[in-house]
């Protein structure tokens, strides 16, 4: 099957229509347009605008079928959130020390976090990224530590993103991220945004080297559901493992995305039901959780 490049940057498809999508992302297109009286409604695909006109219409084509509720709304994941109200599940926990607090919605956790642990955060932060600086030190790995990578090529505006480790072998990049509890502090349309912006501030640059991004979580996980307990000894030998294969691999793709020892659902990141999570970058991800030694 043909993939199809981006001229600006490495993002590459096999669809050629998910491939029109992306490049509106770098011309600022928005093509599909609300028709509605003062409405200045725009998006880059049609399946936002329908969702928006939903908000003049006033349909709520979702509804839950629990009994006595009448409960509508406008997307199918407001109604899988609304339907834990129901159920009494809060899948979302913090795993901060003596802390029960759980919830069941993502932005909640975050808030929780934000207002009683931020301080613990931002020093298990440091402590973890330590741990894999002190890690890539014994094997012998050549890192550079927080580089800073400027994408300001890619707007008006003073941006630049900071990489934590970035390990440069003969002919290919890794980008290595210590994402503490898998990032949940983190908006994901940011977190999908900052990785395509390095990758087209690259290509800008005459970048022609493939770019492999590992987001490694070190705290905890679960596998279908359940929590899955490896040590940290282990996922150093695991993550050491896979930045071999990297290393020796001759035929990797431009874009690549390794999420290491976060939540899976049927073998695939649990990320993925997140709905500001690209379709069109799914194609790129591949997650790996397996332990080796003890």
């Known amino acids: 099957m043909p993939l199809h490049q981006c001229p600006d940057c490495g993002y590459a498809s096999t669809r050629l229509d998910s491939l029109q999508v992306h490049i509106l992302t770098h011309t600022g297109q928005k093509p599909h347009k609300c028709t509605y009286d003062d409405c200045d409604y725009a998006s880059t695909t049609s399946s936002h605008l329908q969702v928006h006109i939903l908000t003049h219409t006033g349909q709520k084509?979702?509804?839950?079928?629990?009994d006595d509720c009448d409960y509508a709304c406008t997307?199918?994941?407001h109604l899988q959130r609304h339907v834990l109200t129901h159920t009494g599940q809060k899948p979302y926990k913090c795993t901060y020390d003596e802390c029960d607090y759980a919830s069941a919605q993502t932005t909640h956790l975050k808030e929780h976090i934000r207002i009683h642990h931020e301080t613990e955060w931002k020093l298990r932060q440091k402590k973890r990224e330590q741990e894999i600086a002190d890690f890539l030190t014994r094997v012998k790995l050549h890192f550079v530590r927080e580089h800073i990578i400027k994408t300001d090529c890619l707007s008006n505006r003073n941006t630049s993103s900071k990489i934590d480790f970035v390990l440069q072998f003969e002919n290919?990049?890794?980008?290595?991220?210590?994402?503490?509890d898998q990032h949940i502090m983190y908006?994901?349309?940011?977190?999908?945004?900052?990785?395509v912006d390095v990758q087209s501030a690259h290509a800008i640059e005459g970048n022609t080297l493939p770019i492999t991004w590992i987001r490694y979580n070190p705290d905890a996980f679960k596998i279908d559901g359940i929590p899955t307990r490896i040590s940290s000894k282990s996922r150093q030998n695991a993550l050491f493992t896979v930045l071999n294969e990297i290393q020796s691999d001759s035929d990797l793709p431009s874009c690549r995305v390794i999420y290491m020892f976060y939540d899976t659902l049927d073998g695939k990141p649990a990320i993925f039901d997140d709905p500001e999570y690209s379709e069109s970058f799914k194609q790129f991800v591949t997650v790996k959780n397996e332990s080796t030694g003890s």
Request: aromatic content about 12%; proline content about 4%; glycine content about 0%.
């Open 172 to 180: 290919k990049i890794v980008y290595l991220e210590v994402d503490e």
């Open 75 to 77: 997307t199918s994941s």
């Open 187 to 195: 908006d994901v349309s940011c977190e999908l945004k900052r990785m």
């Open 61 to 66: 084509p979702y509804k839950c079928t629990y």
